[in-house]
């Protein structure tokens, strides 16, 4: 079994073995009404320990690529966090070439430094989530916080928004793994 997709086509095959193989082939298009489209906010940590072994750079790039695989009914913000939040909006925007182009140039802007404190850039996340969507919160971080804000965070991810879903990705080879596997 195989499948090479995107979020409007698909091919699928399929092998089934009895005494010989046989190959089936079949391309399935999903129809662009039947297509989920997602509100998301995409959380990049640019503190002072994400400018070494290349994290931000790598950070970047990857929230980059992300952003341009979006789908034309996606909304997303972009925000960066060291101490405090920043966002390249304040709104939910379009995935469309322009905002698009927006969110890479403001990541292109951004310099690690400062500390890091992760609870308020997720409390700022939360107040993007729409009735009508999914909100899924994306956060690229190597997840050295301050220590004092564990507990916190831990019961902010407990108290998050109904629709609202919170995925990590570390960066970098000292990631806080315990504290990203709990968010």
Known sequence: FTY???????????????????????NVEVPESVTPSY???LVLDISGSMANDGKLLLSKDSVGAFINELGDKDRFEVMTFNVQPTMGFNKLRAADAAAKDDAVKFLAQQQARGGTVLVPAITTAYKYGEADRPL?????????????????LLAL???????????????????????????
């Open 4 to 26: 090479v997709g995107n979020a409007n086509t698909a091919q699928l095959q399929v092998t089934i073995q009895d005494d010989a193989p046989v190959v089936y082939n079949a």
């Open 39 to 41: 509100a998301l906010v």
């Open 136 to 152: 899924n919160v994306i956060i690229l971080s190597d997840g050295l916080t301050e220590q004092g804000e564990r507990q916190t």
């Open 157 to 183: 991810i407990q108290s998050k928004p109904r629709n609202a879903h919170v995925f990590c990705i570390g960066v970098g080879n000292e990631v806080n793994k315990p504290l990203l596997e709990q968010l």
